[in-house]
Every structure is written in structure tokens, then in C-alpha cells.
């Protein structure tokens, strides 16, 4: 009898959790809305978050720990969103030829953050260009080229791919295609922002071999054990040369000073980030240092390049001054029924990445471990990311949509979080977010203001650091994660194991056996975005709808939904 009373329990806790992603998937409408009706769910979006659009901006901040928690916050976003934008700006303008810059990226950034501010149902989102839009970006460059080798018809083929993703994006926010998200579990969220973190510590990696590659020198000509210096400059040039790599003079400081900077950012962003942990200071104090941890890390990485090693020439991220930032695309003759097609295709194909990484942001964010109060808005926020696209798109600019792991980072840094000490093991708990617009506005006002600092001052920091700074994101929105909770475990004695609840719910080998298979997809994931092809890549987002199913139909089967229930339901 009691555990027939336990399983009903379970049971209708697993109900009410099913019903209130289902709740707030259909903005609040019991039954879910009709999918016959286009524009129903985008209209209840609409309503639900219009009585609260006031209180964005002038709530939560009446208080000194409050506005301390708004400039902590803005600057936050400021310095993770402007500096990773560099970053893919850099990239961009080596794969486009210099037809898209970082100053592009910054000038999108704060059009799109300054629309989304005003415009978007949970503003507690952040939107920006991501890695892959920027493979993209390189996949379109390729394509245009077929129509024109000198890459001019680039500028009309991306603004056409652009359009029509922005087309598809807009028709998903009016159908209310995001009601399938409610088969999206924790266990989705959780895989495809792992993949997140590994993406930036890959590229931050790749780029320190590529420096090494670049400037390292290494000999194989030996008199006696001593390393000739000609000899080594000259085999390593040969070598390069041989290999089809860019040939530089051999210059072994560039590369380990490279090195040097990424883990400097990295190291001290991450032991400021820790110290609220610390026994210093006292609580609030210790949280106001933490709250900064960004800032002062790219400042040390800054100030090591600027002042330690100023002798050292390191290449800076370059503009294209040649091109207005708001110069309408020119649509002319030379468009095919071919290119029509092609950009059509390729817009279908990024429609699924923006629609899956969007939703699944706002699905992270809107948690009920967040305890928002405002609740979400899934269809107006697809709909408004198709616009802010249909705009950056025929002014050439880079594309940006719902993004992780900077939404779970932007709710963490302005809430309010309780710690916890059990059996000496030490656990966080959210009580209260500040849902506010004030952090966006601000911070992409700032992002604005920060052209004009293109291209003196800002290259001014180094490119290591930006790089660094990848790998601190990817490193401190671990702790938001599960799924890395319970990797964790595998290598931890069982008597140590800390006092989660499904630790407690959960027998140890389905525990492991649980996150053994996030790990298959999560490595699966991986292959796709990191050994394949640039074509291939092209439907990685195919491959995150497939986890869907695979959570819905397979799991069920190798899994009770008892014990699903405890490792993937939302705490």
C-alpha cells in the first residue's frame, strides 16, 4: 500500500511537471492552444508578458543591492558579449575576406540587444552571433562564389539567406511551432549546453596550435646536442611551407606569450568568480568581487600584453573601413532562380539551429529552479528573432539568436542565491531572479558606444585574451549543469557522494547508466560540429531535434520514468 501511495505521488508530480511546460509553452492556455489557429500562441505571448512590460524597467531596482546587482550585471554582459564578438569578428573576416569584420559583429550586436530589449517577451535572454552562424557565414562565402569569384554577389546571397531564414523563424512564432519544445527535457538542455562550453574550449584551443603552428620553430638538425638557431628557423619555415601554412618569421615568444595570456584570463577570472566561496571579507563583499570577475581578468590579461610584454608585436583583429556599416545590400540582376533556391535552402537549415538553440535558451532560463514570476515567451521571442534578422540581414550584418551558456550566466548574475552546507558538501539554491531589461539596455548602449572605440583602443586587447575569456564561460557555467554533476560521480567514492535528491531516489548504476547515454549523444554531437566537413555541419541542428525522440521513446525503455523522473525532471 505505501508504495503504490509513493509510485501515485511520483506520478502526479511527473503530470504537473509535463503540465507546466505545456502551461508555459501555450502562454498559459490550458488547453495548450490550436494549431489551426496561426498567431493565437504569439497573441497570448503577447498579453501575458504586456502587463509586466512596465515593471522590467522600473522594478527590482529600488534598493542598493539591487543596483549594485544591475552594474555588476551590465558590465558583465558588456565585456562577454563585446569581446567574444571580436573574436568571431576575427574569424568571419578571414573567412569572408574582410566582406564581414568585428565591427560588423558590434554594430549587430547592439542593433539586435537594443531590439531585443524593447521588443522580445523574456528579455532575461541574450541574443548574439554564435560559432555556428559564423560556419555559416563561411559555407555562404564558398556557395556565392560560384556566381561570382571576385565576392561581390556574397553581400545579395547572404542577405537572400538571410530573408528567408528570417521568413521561416517569423511563420514558426505565428504557428506556434514551439510547442514541440515541450518534448524537450532537461536532459536536451543540458546536452546542448555542454556542447556549448566544449565548443569554446575547442576553438580556444585550436587557436593556440594555430599561433604555435604559425610562429614555433622546431629543428631536427642536432651538432653535438646544440640546436642551431639558423637551422631551426630554416626547418620550421620548410616545414610550414611544405604543409600549405601561412610562413613567418620563427618567433617562439608569439606562442608562448599566446599561451601565457589564455591562462592568465582564465586563471584569475576563475578564482575571482570562486571567491564568494572564500573566507574573506564578508558575504555580500565576497559576491560583489565575484560579480566582477570578468572584468577584472581581461584587465589583467590587458595590462600583462600592454605593459609586461609591450615589446612583444602581436597581430591585432582588422576593420573594413571601405564599407558603410548601414549600407543597403544592392539586389541586382545577376539573382538566379539558382540562387533563389540555394538561399531558401540554406535559410530552412538555419531556421532549425536559430529555432532549436532559441528555444532551448528560453527553456533553460524559464526553469522553475529560476523562480521567475513573469513567466516565458516562447512564440513572441521567435517571432521578434525573425525580425531582428529580416533587419541585420539586408544591411549585411551578422545573424544573432537565443544563445548559451550567456541566458543561465545573465539569470545567475542578477539573482539572489542561498547556500547550503548538508553532510559538509556545499549546494546553491536560487530564491529570488530581478527580472529586468535595465542590464540589456545598458549594456548594449555601452556595446553601441563602443564602435567608435574601433579600431584604437579596443585592439588594444589582445586576441589570447578573447580567447581565454571563452574557456572562463565554457568553465563557470559547469555549476549550471546536472548532467556534469553526475559525471562527476562516476569517479567519485560512493560513500562521498554528495546529497543530491536523485542520488537518494536512484540507484547508482542507473544514475551512471543515465549519463552514459547523455554522453553517447553529447559525443555524437561533438563528431558532427567537430570532425566533419563544413557541409556537414550544416545539419547539426538536426541532430539536437533528434534527442528529442530519443528522450521521448528510447529512455522510457532502458529507464523507469520513475527514476527518469528524479534524474531529468525539473527541481
Known amino acids: 500500500w505505501y508504495q503504490r501511495r509513493v509510485r501515485e505521488k511520483k506520478e502526479k508530480e511527473l503530470n504537473a511537471t509535463h503540465q507546466s511546460l505545456k502551461s508555459r509553452l501555450s ?36 534598493d542598493l543591492k539591487s543596483i549594485q546587482k544591475l552594474i555588476s550585471t551590465t558590465l558583465f554582459l558588456y565585456f562577454a558579449l563585446l569581446l567574444p564578438g571580436i573574436a568571431f569578428g576575427v574569424l568571419d573576416h578571414y573567412y569572408t575576406d574582410g566582406k564581414i569584420d568585428a565591427k560588423n559583429v558590434i554594430v549587430s550586436q547592439a542593433l539586435a540587444g537594443l531590439l531585443w530589449t524593447f521588443f522580445s517577451g523574456q528579455p532575461l535572454v541574450v541574443i548574439r552571433t554564435t560559432i555556428p552562424v559564423v560556419i555559416y557565414t563561411k559555407i555562404i562565402y564558398k556557395i556565392s562564389l560560384n556566381w561570382d569569384e571576385n565576392g561581390e554577389f556574397f553581400y545579395t546571397f547572404y542577405a537572400m539567406t538571410g530573408l528567408s531564414n528570417a521568413c521561416f523563424l517569423m511563420l514558426y512564432g505565428l504557428t506556434g511551432v514551439s510547442k514541440i519544445m515541450a518534448f524537450c527535457s532537461r536532459s536536451t538542455d543540458e546536452i546542448v549546453g555542454l556542447f556549448i562550453s566544449i565548443a569554446f574550449t575547442v576553438d580556444s584551443v585550436k587557436y593556440i596550435f594555430k599561433e604555435f603552428n604559425k610562429y614555433y620553430c622546431f629543428s631536427d638538425d642536432l651538432d653535438h646536442g646544440k640546436t642551431s638557431s639558423i637551422a631551426n628557423m630554416t626547418s620550421g619555415i620548410i616545414k610550414r611551407a611544405a604543409a600549405d601554412a601561412p610562413v613567418h618569421d620563427c618567433n617562439t615568444t608569439v606562442p608562448i606569450l599566446t599561451l601565457l595570456l589564455v591562462c592568465l584570463t582564465v586563471f584569475v577570472g576563475v578564482q575571482i568568480f570562486n571567491f564568494k566561496y572564500s573566507p574573506y571579507l564578508n558575504e555580500a563583499k565576497r559576491v560583489l568581487v565575484a560579480d566582477y570577475a570578468i ?29 558603410s556599416m548601414f549600407q543597403l545590400v544592392d539586389f541586382h540582376d545577376s539573382i538566379s532562380a539558382t540562387s533563389v533556391g540555394a538561399s531558401i535552402g540554406l535559410g530552412f537549415v538555419m531556421s532549425m539551429l536559430f529555432f532549436m538553440e532559441g528555444n532551448i535558451s528560453e527553456s533553460v532560463v524559464c526553469n522553475p529552479a529560476n523562480k521567475l514570476k513573469k513567466g516565458s515567451s516562447f512564440h513572441l521571442d521567435m517571432f521578434v528573432t525573425g525580425v531582428i534578422n529580416a533587419i541585420l540581414s539586408v544591411f549585411c550584418l551578422p545573424w544573432v539568436h537565443g544563445s548559451l551558456p550567456h541566458s543561465p550566466l545573465h539569470v545567475r548574475a542578477l539573482a539572489d542565491i542561498e547556500e547550503h552546507i548538508e553532510n559538509g558538501h556545499l549546494t546553491e539554491k536560487i530564491v529570488f531572479v530581478r527580472e529586468t ?21 579596443l585592439n588594444m586587447i589582445p586576441i589570447p585574451v578573447l580567447y581565454g575569456l571563452f574557456i572562463f564561460l565554457a568553465i563557470t557555467s559547469l555549476g549550471e549543469f546536472q548532467m556534469w554533476e553526475r559525471l562527476v560521480l562516476i569517479f567519485t567514492e560512493q560513500s562521498l557522494y554528495p546529497p543530491y535528491h536523485y542520488v537518494r531516489r536512484v540507484p547508482q548504476k542507473i544514475i551512471h547508466c543515465f549519463t552514459m547515454i547523455q554522453i553517447l549523444q553529447l559525443v555524437a554531437l561533438c563528431l558532427i560540429s567537430f570532425g566533419g566537413s563544413a557541409y556537414l555541419k550544416m545539419f547539426f541542428p538536426f541532430v539536437i531535434i533528434l534527442l528529442m525522440p530519443i528522450r521521448e521513446k528510447i529512455l522510457p525503455k532502458i529507464i523507469s520514468e520513475r527514476h527518469l523522473d528524479a534524474l531529468d525532471g525539473e527541481h
Open 295 to 323: 572584468v577584472v581578468a581581461v584587465a589583467a590579461g590587458t595590462f600583462m600584453k600592454t605593459y609586461v610584454f609591450a615589446g612583444v608585436e602581436m597581430a591585432a583583429f582588422q576593420v573594413n573601413e571601405t564599407r
Open 27 to 62: 502562454g498559459g492556455d490550458e488547453e495548450g492552444g490550436c494549431w489551426c489557429l496561426p498567431g493565437k500562441d504569439l497573441a497570448n505571448d503577447f498579453r501575458n508578458r504586456a502587463s509586466h512590460y512596465l515593471s522590467d524597467f522600473i522594478d527590482d531596482v529600488q
Open 437 to 457: 531589461r535595465l542590464t540589456t539596455l545598458l549594456s548594449h548602449i555601452l556595446i553601441g558606444v563602443s564602435i567608435i572605440l574601433i579600431p584604437y583602443p
